[in-house]
């Protein structure tokens, strides 16, 4: 087995190795260059102790000394080396109460989680694989090195990294891995908001989002996402669907790209349906009002999380508009990007896509050409530069009033009047026009106001 490693990185394995000390690449980048993907980071474990590495190079950083770890910064670029090491009890299900050094690899491999990231390679060893790791990856098969209920007493977010490592290189659980999940799960209440967070993100945008479906099998999202196993169980009898609504959402996720703000919005965007699930006296299914209640608790969950604000807004957003359906004409195009806010539409359209994509086959022909319609008008507006909002309209609120109208709510009220008629007839954005109709609009407001 030969791995290429980047230069920098041999050159910090080569003057560990001229010092006589062991090192080799460890973890994830072992794991994606086994199974032939390119590594985003590069880790290295050595026999060195942290004090003997910071000695051998001139520029490092103590970014997690106490566990062993120092950053050894090769010109503008920093690596992490870390010393073998055995970990102490956790307390936490998180941090180690002490962590011990050791001269041991097999000792520093077999703390770690799962068998595929306990490599370890170096150009004079070649792969290190005690536990198996490179038959996982030909099994495709995730499988915690050791027993599985003490890597996840360890740390429980083992339990959520072992789904989002199946979803991400579309691997099963072993059995005994999937069997003390279900019996574990409940440990995940002690893990951080921020740290479930991450791990959410890196499923969902993962090559295979649907797998989600194997956080909800084990019960993981019971714990971590009640309202999904909620949506999980809520029929859709409906000519437009096929599915349950979780299904529907898994399915969903699938036809959009890999973007954090949109696979989160497909995951939300039906949530608040088995709030206003009713049923008509034909058995058919409804849901009146459901995008509004899904952006409500898409909200409350994503600021529960800790996501970023611009995260919480963006998709709350596209959630709570996602069921439009504009009419097929310029102005309903331009009315609708207008409520939707235009630096929005590019990806409510995509959204609509993949919640049109995931609904039953029998209707999804018309609604894509629908669709297709939609996008069409869409590209014309914008290669016509047509105004969508007040802060593209040829006046302002202080032009109203150098004009001679006086400040105040009216401001606004006429502001809104002129930008509908524009939405209608972009034509109308003109100076002269719109400062016309404003003192027209101001004119006839004073003359229906109450005589003396």
């Known amino acids: 087995m030969y791995i290429e490693i980047p230069e920098k990185v041999g050159q910090i394995l080569d003057v ?47 970014t997690g000394i106490e566990h062993g770890t120092v950053t050894v910064m090769i ?15 956790y307390e936490d299900m998180r941090h180690p109460k002490n962590v011990y050094f050791t001269k041991n690899l097999r000792e520093d491999l077999q703390r770690r989680d799962f068998t595929i990231n306990a490599m370890a390679y170096s150009k004079e060893s070649g792969l290190i694989d005690i536990f198996g790791g490179r038959k996982d990856m030909r099994d495709k098969v995730i499988r915690c090195v050791g027993s599985p209920k003490e890597r996840f007493s360890e740390d429980a977010l083992r339990m959520l990294r072992a789904v989002r490592f199946a979803a991400r290189l579309g691997f099963s659980l072993e059995e005994e891995l999937k069997e003390t999940i279900r019996e574990m799960a409940g440990n995940l209440t002690h893990i951080s908001k921020e740290r479930i967070q991450t791990e959410i993100v890196k499923l969902l945008t993962s090559q295979h989002p649907d797998w989600l479906r194997l956080a909800y099998e084990t019960g993981i999202t019971e714990v971590i996402l009640p309202e999904f196993d909620r949506i999980m169980q809520q029929r859709q ?53 459901h995008a509004a209640h899904s952006a409500v608790i898409a909200e409350r969950i994503l600021r529960e999380l800790k996501f970023d604000l611009n995260t919480i807004r963006k998709v709350t957003r596209l959630v709570k508009y996602h ?20 630096e929005f539409f590019d990806d409510f359209l995509k959204v609509k896509r993949a919640d049109i994509l995931a609904q039953h086959p029998s209707v999804i022909g018309d609604k894509v050409i629908y669709l297709e319609q939609v996008e069409r008008i869409w590209r014309d507006i914008r290669m016509m530069g047509d105004c969508l909002s007040l802060k593209e309209m040829k006046i302002s609120g202080k032009d109203l009033i150098q004009d001679g109208m006086k400040p105040g709510p009216r401001v606004g009220e006429v502001l809104e009047e002129l930008l509908r008629q524009v939405l209608e007839n972009p034509l109308k954005n003109d100076r ?14 004073e003359g229906s106001g109450p005589s003396m």
């Open 237 to 289: 009898n409906n000519p437009h669907h096929a599915y349950t609504t979780g299904e529907h959402t898994l399915e969903a996720l699938k036809h959009i790209e890999p973007d954090k703000t949109l696979r989160l919005t497909m995951l939300f965007h039906d949530m608040g349906k088995p709030e206003v699930f009713t049923t008509d006296e034909k058995g058919i299914d409804h849901f009146k009002g």
């Open 75 to 89: 010109e503008k670029e920093g690596f992490e080396v870390t010393t073998y090491r055995v970990d102490g009890e």
């Open 16 to 62: 560990l190795h001229g010092h006589g000390y062991e090192a080799y690449i460890v973890g994830g980048c072992v794991r994606d260059a086994v199974f032939g993907k390119d590594p985003e980071d590069w880790d290295i474990t050595t026999s060195a102790a942290p004090d003997q590495v910071k000695e051998l190079f001139p520029r490092t950083i103590d």
């Open 432 to 445: 002269d026009y719109l400062l016309s109709e404003a003192r027209r609009l101001r004119a006839d407001n």
């Open 323 to 342: 069921s439009l359906y504009p009419q097929l004409s310029g102005k309903g195009v331009r009315m609708c990007a207008n409520q939707i806010g235009p």
